[in-house]
């Protein structure tokens, strides 16, 4: 998946196993990339660390991420 199929600016590519692997691997490229100055990631890593402040409230995205990495074809 995607940075922006995950909710970021940008078309870096996410590799995992799973979607877990695939959505933890969006939140460090997020915080990398607002480390190093890109303020286009400013919002998605805003909005990264919101959801996790308030999982409940944030079901609706990870199960939406779920279904669509599970959607994907294999490479």
């Not at 607002?34 to 990264?48: F, S």
Request: charged fraction near 30%; include cysteine.
């Amino acid at each position: 998946m995607t940075c922006r199929q995950l909710g970021g600016p940008c078309d870096l590519a996410h590799r995992g196993e799973n979607a877990d692997e695939v959505i933890n691997a969006q939140d460090q490229h997020l915080k990398d990339a607002v480390a190093a100055g890109d303020t286009a990631h400013e919002q998605a890593n805003d909005d990264m660390r919101g959801r996790w402040k308030r999982p409940a409230k944030s079901l609706g995205w990870y199960v939406s991420m779920k279904k669509q990495f599970a959607a994907l074809p294999e490479d």
